[in-house]
């Protein structure tokens, strides 16, 4: 055998073993974010609405929390992906902070990001999934833009409507949902349980064209 044959055979050699650990290990991570503020007393507020789909997620699956560095963890796997589901300590106007320290710390690309927040803008349980922009005055998204240095992250708004009078935003925002809300949100997080696993098992833009205006 010369040494252009072995080189040929070794080379060879290379790919196919290349290729049995590319098929052996398929995992991909996603690091599902929802916002909130930790405590009782914003529990069942609005603005607590992230905390709740995961929440939900979380039950529904019989995950289990685990209280960490900035932020309370599960993690759940589902068809060769990895789901790491964050809820973070730091109060919504940090939440920069541990999003950026959960990416870094389980090396995962920006593009597996999603963060569930709630949003003025869109009537009660209307559903937008967006790839980028603004932060919309929303302070948790703010600091995470900030702090990302990049407006390019997966959001997932949850509607919650601007039903309130002038200069009462604020009373609103951190105000629990009335009874007909209620009511309809079991129907809502069930939704947005199938959003974050279209997001993790087929991708943003078939989730945006699937679930975006429901």
């Known amino acids: 055998m010369n040494i252009l044959s072995t080189f040929r055979k070794l080379f060879s050699a290379k790919r196919e073993n290349s290729i049995i650990l590319e098929v052996a290990d398929p995992m ?7 916002l909130g503020n930790i405590g009782p007393k914003y529990a069942n507020t609005r603005h607590n609405i992230g905390f709740k789909v995961v929440d939900f997620y979380a039950e529904k699956n019989s995950l289990t929390w685990e209280t960490a560095k900035l932020g309370d963890v599960a993690s759940h796997k589902i068809k060769g992906r990895n789901l790491i589901f964050l809820k973070p300590s730091t109060y919504m106007n940090l939440s920069g902070k541990a999003i950026n320290y959960w990416l ?4 995962i690309p920006l593009e597996n990001l999603l963060v569930i927040t709630d949003d003025l803008n869109l009537a009660f349980g209307t559903i937008r999934i967006k790839t980028k922009g603004s932060d919309g005055g929303h302070n948790g998204l703010k600091d995470t833009q900030n702090t990302l240095q990049t407006t ?46 279209s997001f993790a098992l087929a991708g943003i833009n078939i989730t945006m064209n699937t679930f975006n205006g429901k």
């Open 152 to 197: 390019n992250y997966n959001r997932f708004r949850f509607g919650i409507s601007d039903a309130f009078a002038k200069g009462r935003q604020v009373d609103y925002v951190l105000g629990e949902w009335e009874s007909e809300e209620e009511k309809q949100l079991p129907e809502r997080l069930e939704l947005s349980c199938n959003i974050i696993e």
């Open 104 to 107: 870094e710390k389980e090396k």
């Open 28 to 34: 991909k991570k996603f690091l599902i974010v929802g």
